[in-house]
């Protein structure tokens, strides 16, 4: 990414967080809504450093935690470990080919979920039933991730 494209990318990340809360907000769809909230993080981590990915996870967490009536603070948690995990990960694996993105989001939104129902399993119900049904999802996520990356990738004329 070149320093001409910084503040487009950073654009991205905030067109997928009111996306996001549009979709789930105002029209009410819920479930249905990809969790573009933890792709705009996981994204964004990449291009961080450890200490501001967790911040921003945190404040991304906060903002989904004001909408949660069973699980306060557990979103908060596992988005500011995801952030802080995913802006380490650029130390451990270089690439950005959308291969290693699509694996990239598969994993991190897995953590994600794994990391929330250990966290608030019992105040949700269903055990771990109800994060077997979520790995859908996973994937539902990591697609919509992929399409919107390589949407800002032909707009700014991006490898």
Known sequence: MTRG???????LVLLLVTVYFFLHLA????????????????????RMRAPSAA???????????????????????TLTLLGYLGSRSRDLFVGDSLLFVGVYLTAGKLLHDLVFYLMAGS????????????????????VAGLGALLVYRVAVRER
């Open 55 to 77: 911040a921003l996870g945190l404040l991304l967490g906060l903002l989904r935690d004001s909408l949660s009536l069973v699980a306060f603070g557990a979103d908060t948690v």
């Open 27 to 46: 029209l009410g769809l819920g479930v249905v809504v990809p969790d573009l909230l933890t792709i705009a993080l996981l994204l964004a981590a990449r």
């Open 5 to 11: 494209h910084a503040w487009s990318f950073w654009i």
């Open 123 to 142: 105040a949700l119900g269903g055990g771990i039933m109800r994060f077997v049904v979520q790995l859908p999802l996973v994937l539902y996520a990591a």
